[in-house]
């Protein structure tokens, strides 16, 4: 009841394009629904990993697109919403597509509301494992910066077709996405990580450009990560290369924590909300 009444006063309060609109919905002693516009190209994820033979693959411009569409819908939700959202369990299942293939952010079950005075709110960890930021998972501190960081692994997903988190990667110790992306752009295997789908059919300097923006949204202490609007800003091509070189530039001097990114957890589940009661999925705790 409370992950029902937690998505309709979320989305309510949401307008936006790039945000799922809810139509209405219905309590009835046995039944609680909720009325969504029918999502015709279904989500990222569904697209990447589950489409029939007979669907084309996503090709690099609408891949583009959905990330800068998806951007502007978590930045809209962070800066234009009094109090604002924190949808906390960002990952390409939750950008749905419309007929013409735009962006539209939905899923807010586990979204929590948190005043602008405030810097982070104190949950219990829910999420999707390989989404989920560091230091959410080791304090329970949710903020904007961890939809960044979600974010940040869902662009990943959009530009290798992969998945966040794969155990038949566990040979060559990359199970987690951030981990094989980063050991192949230090080989400087572009080719290997782009999604085989595309036929080689993109750009090389603008999936460069995503790399960066992805990496720069899935580092390791949120203070780092910009905030979705910078990302914006940054798809659009404004500010990216500086803040990328400011970033090189501090990593000379600073060890990254190893141990930090991924702790050895053994409850998170695999697929969101799917094994969590409704009682337990939001509310106050």
């Known amino acids: 009841m409370r992950q029902f009444q937690t998505e309709v006063e979320m989305v309510s309060m949401a307008v936006h394009r790039n945000l799922l609109r809810l139509r209405g919905f219905c309590m ?10 029918f999502m015709v190209n279904g989500s990222v994820r569904s697209c990447l990993r589950e489409r029939p033979e007979s669907q084309a693959p996503l090709d690099w411009g609408v891949r583009k697109r959905i ?24 990952k390409a299942a939750d950008i749905l597509l419309d007929e013409e293939f735009e962006a539209v952010v939905g899923d807010f079950g586990l979204a929590k509301l948190m005043d602008y005075k ?3 709110v104190t949950t219990a960890v829910r999420g999707t494992m390989g ?8 304090s329970g501190r949710a903020s904007e910066k961890t939809d960044v960081f979600g974010y940040g692994i869902m662009l990943l997903e959009l530009i290798t077709g992969q998945k966040a ?7 060559n110790d990359d199970v987690m996405l951030l981990d094989r992306v980063e050991g192949l752009l230090k080989g400087k295997k572009l080719e290997t990580l782009v999604d085989s789908d595309l036929q080689g059919n993109y750009i090389k300097e ?30 659009d091509g404004d500010g990216l290369a500086e803040r990328w070189e400011d970033w090189q530039k501090k ?11 991924h702790p050895n957890v053994n409850w998170i589940i ?8 409704p009682d337990e999925l939001s509310g106050p705790r």
């Open 206 to 235: 603008e999936v460069e450009q995503l790399i960066r923006v992805a990496l720069l949204c899935t580092q390791s202490t949120p203070v780092g990560r910009p905030k979705m609007a910078e990302v914006v800003r940054m798809l």
């Open 118 to 120: 405030n810097t982070h």
């Open 131 to 138: 989404h989920i930021a560091p230091e959410y998972l080791s």
């Open 165 to 171: 988190v794969d155990l038949a990667r566990l040979a």
């Open 270 to 277: 695999t697929d969101s909300t799917s094994r969590i009661l």
């Open 251 to 261: 990593k000379m001097f600073h060890q990254e924590f190893s141990n930090t990114r």
């Open 28 to 37: 009835t002693a046995t039944e609680r629904l909720l009325v969504y516009p």
């Open 67 to 90: 990330a800068l569409g998806a951007a502007r819908g978590i930045a809209y939700f962070h800066d234009h919403c009094n109090p604002k959202i924190i949808h906390r369990d960002l």
